[in-house]
């Protein structure tokens, strides 16, 4: 996404495209990966040692707000960003943290008796396992005998 597409969306969807929003977001555009608040203030302030973490997780919580950015929980672990462009579900590998993202496709929404009075924004779906990684490491279970 180039400069002048960025501060379009920022500003479309009501946010100032102030210096710090901007490196923020142009990071996180360019990311293939889905990096933590931590690594994304790191890396912000190498390219512009203005920003405060203060101002980047600030920043973050502004852009998910808005839709812009997606906050990915990863239970146990700090929370990962990723910058909304194609809809895609993520794969969490239970041994390492690593997000994956995995192809997109429909999930059907609960009966409408099933969901009450709640009212549904959005439907995402999260896999936990091992990724391709850790998943030749994993030990097999332990195969246990009857002795009786």
Known sequence: MD?????????????????QRYAV??????QNRHPTAVE???AVNRMDPRSSRATTYNNLRDLVEAGLVREVAVEGRAARFDAKGLLHHHFICDRCGNVEDIEWYDVPRPATRA??????RECELIFRGLCR??????RPAKRRVNSG
């Open 3 to 19: 400069t002048g597409a960025i501060k379009r969306s920022l500003e479309s969807s009501g946010l100032r495209c102030t210096p």
């Open 25 to 30: 977001m142009a990071f996180l555009m360019e």
């Open 115 to 120: 969901l009450g009075k709640r009212i549904v």
């Open 40 to 42: 994304i203030f790191e």
């Open 133 to 138: 990684k850790c998943a030749p490491k994993a």
